[in-house]
């Protein structure tokens, strides 16, 4: 596992109460001590494991993002070239698959937003004095768990049953 990481410079972190809540009210009137999800506790024991990949079932992750590229799951047998190099059925499937729009990139005009902010949270690369800090981004060693990008949703319509199935069998297939 990645060494403990105590303070990490991330400019947002301050920010962050879900993550550490001081009870400033600054951030909130209503703010509370202790109301986060301790993630100090945590990072004393480990603040991540680059071995550890998370699926985001979500809109998709923009992996460009800079406190998340260096947090992207990549498919080793992949190469962007418009072909499925690994023959599992998905071609140029290189940090994910958008399963709602049958591409492998994310909706350049719809599906970023929450599913960068959610993969954010979990894996955004701590002390790398940018942005965010996250729940298991690492030490700024690249040491945090790999994020790959499952899209499920697409704008305006539902998400069928068949989608979000295939994006669980392709992430439980993909480690």
């Known amino acids: 596992g990645s060494q403990e990481v105590k ?3 991330n400019p947002l972190l301050q920010d962050q109460w879900n993550l550490i809540n001081t009870g400033d009210k600054a951030i909130a009137a209503t ?17 991540g494991d680059p071995r550890i990949v998370v699926a985001v079932f979500d809109e998709g992750v923009r992996v460009s993002h800079d406190d998340l590229k260096d947090a992207m799951w990549v498919n080793p047998g992949e190469t962007s070239n418009g072909k499925d190099d690994d023959n599992n059925g998905y071609a140029d ?3 994910g698959y958008n399963f709602a729009e049958g591409k492998s990139r994310p909706s350049a005009s719809y599906g970023h937003d929450h ?9 955004a690369v701590n002390n790398n004095g940018k942005g965010v800090s996250s729940i298991a981004g690492g030490t700024g060693n690249k040491d945090g768990v790999r994020i790959m990008s499952c899209q499920i949703f697409k704008e305006g319509s539902k998400t ?13 297939d993909n480690g």
């Open 7 to 9: 303070d990490p410079q």
């Open 31 to 47: 703010a509370v001590a202790g109301a986060d999800v301790g993630v100090k506790d945590a990072w004393s024991l480990c603040a």
């Open 93 to 95: 499937d290189i940090n």
């Open 115 to 123: 599913g960068t902010h959610v993969a954010g949270t979990i894996a």
């Open 160 to 172: 069928a049953d068949q989608t979000v199935a295939e994006a669980f069998i392709y992430a439980a």
